[in-house]
């Protein structure tokens, strides 16, 4: 069954194509929808918050992830599946021809894959979003956060490994991030977690910074990273839980977004 978008139900009631009692039966419907005792997908979770229902892979069976993509997919055009393992890729890869006009991105370092329909629309917002990694090892956790951001239109400049190991090689990135004028930076890093300390200190957007598992010993996983990085002594930072590089690019889309809808007017 093919689900409507809110536009689409007052769009339909407008024109007398639904009644006011079958316009609000879907709206109903539309919130929430259980998959076969399995799963509930929020299919309006776009419309009311501005970001899509993404369904995570870790921990799922691979027949139920490709279930809940299927199900996803026929209502919306579009289904996003994050912490995929090549187990899950391949299987969600080989039912796209099973699908009508279906494509699949696959995206191997950050483990997401997006499949959707060939004409489906993804409209530029005019949101422009930072991405600095301090290290290589941090990039998978990176580019969670920009294939979110890209899925909602914005415009993001990455520059990896930039670490401050070598704190010269944060000048230029930083420099052309500014030039872009960008709306929010996202800075991933492990280790000390000093990267996002640096780049908050030196512009004047906010700054989400997210801790990675990339360190070992004392403190190790991430969790001296996450600490050091709650403690950070310049204002302006936000601080996303470790790997969370989903989380990262949700906030920062709605940020970046909610930015181009006021600079346009």
């Known amino acids: 069954m093919h689900m409507f978008t809110l536009k689409e139900i007052l769009e339909k009631t407008a024109c007398s194509e639904l009644t006011v009692e079958e316009a609000e039966s879907l709206i109903r419907l539309q919130a929430i929808v259980e998959l076969e005792g399995i799963a509930k997908i929020d299919y309006n979770r776009e419309e009311r918050k501005g970001v899509p229902e993404i369904i995570l892979a870790e921990n799922k ?3 139920d992830t490709v279930d ?3 199900k996803m997919f026929e209502a919306k055009g579009k289904v996003i599946i994050s912490r995929c393992t090549v187990q899950h890729t391949e299987a969600l890869r080989a039912i796209v021809f099973t699908l009508s006009d279906a ?3 696959i995206n191997k ?4 894959v997006v499949i959707k329909k060939k004409d489906y629309p993804v409209a530029n917002s005019g949101g422009k979003i930072g991405l600095l990694t301090a290290g290589t090892s941090d990039i998978s956790v990176a580019e969670e956060a ?5 899925e909602m239109g914005c415009n993001v400049y990455a520059g ?3 670490g401050v190991a070598g704190i010269h090689r944060v000048l230029e990135p930083l420099k052309n991030l ?3 004028d960008v709306d929010v930076i996202i800075v991933v890093a492990g280790r000390e ?7 908050a200190g030196m512009v004047n957007v906010p700054v989400i910074a997210v801790p990675t598992s990339n360190s070992y010993g004392f403190g190790g996983k991430g969790v001296g990273t996450l600490m050091a990085m709650l403690q950070s002594c310049p204002l302006g930072i936000a601080v996303v839980n470790i790997d969370s590089g989903i989380n990262a690019g949700a906030i920062a889309t709605l940020i970046a977004n909610r930015t181009a809808k006021f600079r346009k007017t």
């Open 103 to 105: 494509v699949c991105q």
């Open 61 to 63: 069976s691979v027949q």
């Open 109 to 112: 370092k950050a483990n997401i």
């Open 160 to 162: 990896y490994d930039v």
């Open 146 to 150: 920009k294939v979110i951001a890209e």
């Open 178 to 180: 500014i030039i872009k």
């Open 193 to 199: 977690g000093a990267l996002p300390s640096v780049v």
């Open 68 to 70: 809940i993509a299927i």
